[in-house]
């Protein structure tokens, strides 16, 4: 859990780790949320379940966007369709659903460095807890917790800005390459006309 959670507070916003982190929870996600959508696919709740856990999962492992897409949109249009009352549940369900879905793809970056540094910090502060209880120190565990708890949410935060800071997303490192290349192209361009311009004045200096 250490290991794993430094992994995480370090790393985990990078579409690899994420993906590692992200799967377990959209298959408990699945679990949970595919009983109440046993009745749209005329499944049982035990099949539904499954079937949601397994698209879950499948969708982290492979574009873990998509499954922020349907985390975010579910949340949305729960509260749209609450909002809108049950006899027109579906009318707020499906702006609330679509709506929280694209703002989750638009802050993408901020939600995976979030929720990465979340877990690692609750991974890395669960094995120092496991390591501390198997010592003399075994009462600070129980008797610390809101301790803890603080240091947890540290650790969270300092991983936020350590990550913003010194671990660009994938495509932040594409900009930046795609930037540095352009500049450098310009300075060879500039080089070249410069290079040009001192050949045609000594070819002029030797006429």
Not at 13 to 35: D, T
């Amino acid at each position: 859990m250490i290991g794993g959670g430094l992994i995480a507070c370090l790393a985990g916003g990078r579409r690899f780790p994420l993906r590692i982190l992200l799967a377990p929870l959209a298959i408990l996600g699945g679990y949970a949320l595919g009983p109440r959508a046993a009745p749209l696919v005329h499944l049982s709740p035990q099949y539904a379940s499954h079937l949601a856990a397994g698209v879950a999962g499948t969708c982290a492992l492979i574009w873990p966007p998509c499954v922020l897409f349907l985390a975010f949109g579910a949340l949305g249009g729960l509260a749209g369709g609450e909002l809108s009352g049950q006899q027109e549940y579906w009318i707020g369900f499906i702006p609330g659903f679509l709506l929280a879905g694209v703002l989750a793809l638009v802050i993408a970056r901020i939600v995976a460095v979030a929720v990465s540094s979340v877990l690692g910090a609750l991974m890395l502060v669960g094995g120092l807890l496991r390591v501390v209880s198997i010592t003399r120190l075994a009462p600070l565990v129980d008797g610390a917790l809101a301790l803890w708890v603080g240091l947890a949410g540290c650790m969270a935060i300092v991983a936020m800005a350590f990550q913003f800071r010194f671990n660009p997303s994938e495509d932040e490192s594409g900009r930046a390459q795609r930037k540095a290349d352009k500049l450098k192209q310009k300075e060879l361009k500039v080089e070249d006309k410069a290079r040009e311009k001192r050949f045609k004045q000594y070819g002029a200096k030797g006429s």
